[in-house]
């Protein structure tokens, strides 16, 4: 138990530093991923594994929410929300074992992406089984255009083009917000951002209400509009900070 608390304090201190994720990764991912990784660094895992079993994870997620019916959705929302704390339990056995790398950050990236499309196809194929209108596809492909955009616009807004951009560019907008609405200086700047721990809590409550349509159709919008008004806040920013080109 005390070797078990001594890696508790390694990894909160090593985790420290990456203190700009969103809302409920520091509410409820971290205090979970942190038990997860304390049994974990004693084994021989490496952290690209946990990557693959996060993919894994997040797969058998989209294949529960595409058999449509309440129970099979509820697990496959679950399922998707603790893909994404396995995606945090990588990241600190890297940290805390020194093992980062270029490599497994591109294959972190890459198994996000994926995972994304995978449940969301797993959502829209559920909900088309119950309500067999071809329109959930249309709600789908707006919602994952709204989550590759926000990738994307994140990307080209800032001058440093790592998977950690979209964090950091929104980290320095919502200071800019906070500075001339002071009212919301007690609130971290990080949590603005509609980022993926927010879209799979929202999944995983929708799985659970049996409300996966209306998951679907919050996400859609807010998606959406967050990634506009990236693109808003970047011209606005790069007028200033000269990030875009004109």
């Known amino acids: 138990m005390v070797f078990i608390s001594s890696i508790k304090e390694k990894l909160k201190k090593s985790t420290r530093a990456h203190s700009q994720d969103g809302i409920i990764s520091n509410l409820i991912i971290k205090r979970i991923s942190i038990l997860i990784t304390s049994a974990l660094v004693r084994t021989n895992i490496t952290p690209n594994q946990v990557t693959l079993l996060s993919l894994l994870v997040a797969l058998t997620g989209a294949f529960f929410l595409a058999l449509g019916s309440w129970k099979y959705v509820a697990i496959g929302g679950f399922l998707a929300f603790f893909s994404f704390i396995l995606d945090f339990v990588d990241g600190e056995i890297a940290r805390f074992k020194g093992m980062c790398s270029k490599r497994g950050g591109f294959l972190d990236g890459v198994v996000d992406r994926f995972s ?97 349509l209306w998951a679907l159709i919050i996400l859609m919008v807010l998606q959406n509009l967050f990634w506009i008004c990236l693109v808003i806040l970047i011209w606005i920013k790069g007028k200033n900070d000269h990030l875009i080109e004109e």
Request: aromatic content about 14%; overall charge positive; some cysteine.
């Open 116 to 212: 994304d499309s995978a449940i969301v196809f797993g959502m829209c194929l559920g909900l088309y089984r119950i309500i067999g209108s071809h329109r959930i596809w249309i709600l789908g492909f707006i919602l994952l255009t709204g989550i590759f955009m926000t990738v994307i616009v994140s990307f080209l807004g800032t001058s440093e083009l790592t998977l950690s951009g979209l964090k950091n560019f929104t980290n320095d907008i919502s200071k800019t917000v906070t500075r001339k609405f002071s009212i919301l200086k007690y609130i971290k700047p990080s949590y603005f951002a509609l980022t993926k721990d927010i879209r799979l809590f929202i999944i995983m409550v929708g799985g659970f209400t049996n409300q996966i």
